[in-house]
């Protein structure tokens, strides 16, 4: 192959990494920006919240950090983590529903979970055991629709993020020099917490956000 050729092989590679690559520089941009918002507003925890996960996202990028955590998947204990799992989440939405709003209890899970699972989220995906059968055309294809479906998933993503983010702002800004503007601009934690305040609704917001985070940390590893 000649060097021309090499060099338009490589191209759709080197679109690929720009493109990561600015991805990754948007999203840095983005949660400063969000820690510096915080800062303003009063909320130091949760600036440097943000600050330290474009740290992260930084390294990674550099690639400086890395996870050596990546499990081989086995098909014949696939039922036991979930029976592990289930049993976990029910036990957390139980301690959950029951401890003192924004108390310490609460605090120490939501933390202890985050600093648990940051590294499970952020490892690489387990990798298949190999096959001895020859390789299929389904198998080509699915290979192919994956980075379509990983695209769709960030900008889904994306989109949310950007929402909350643009609501908190908006709220923020109308309701700092106005009489009443929290009540009138509320933040999405305002909105939230008449139903966390109601054991019913805490407990149902508690294993909605358990499950959906175990169910978001599945189809990762496995994609």
């Not at 969000?34 to 992260?56: E, K, M, N, Q, S």
């Not at 289930?86 to 959950?96: D, K, N, Q």
Request: charged share 15%; glycine share 8%.
């Amino acid at each position: 192959m000649s060097d021309e050729q090499h060099t338009l092989a490589d191209r759709p590679g080197r679109r690929a990494a720009r493109i990561a690559a600015t991805t990754r520089a948007c999203w840095v941009a983005v949660l400063l920006f969000t820690g510096a918002f915080h800062v303003l507003r009063g909320a130091p925890v949760d600036a440097w919240i943000f600050f330290g996960v474009a740290i992260l996202v930084t390294l990674e990028s550099l690639g400086w950090l890395r996870v050596p955590l990546s499990a081989r998947a086995d098909r014949t204990a696939r039922g036991r983590p979930i029976a592990v799992a289930g049993a976990l989440i029910a036990t957390l939405v139980a301690v959950l529903a029951v401890s003192p709003l924004y108390g310490g209890a609460d605090t120490a899970i939501v933390v202890g979970l985050g600093l648990v699972l940051l590294p499970i989220a952020w490892a690489a995906p387990p990798s298949s055991p190999p096959s001895s059968a020859p390789s299929s055309a389904p198998s080509s294809t699915t290979a192919s629709a994956e980075p379509a479906r990983i695209k769709r998933a960030a900008i889904v993503w994306s989109v949310i993020i950007a929402a909350g983010c643009a609501w908190e702002i908006t709220a923020f800004l109308l309701g700092r020099n106005s009489p009443g503007g929290s009540t009138q601009f509320p933040a999405l934690s305002d909105l939230v917490d008449p139903l966390l305040a109601d054991p019913f609704g805490r407990t149902a917001l508690v294993a909605l956000w358990l499950v959906g985070g175990y169910a978001l940390i599945r189809r990762g590893r496995r994609r």
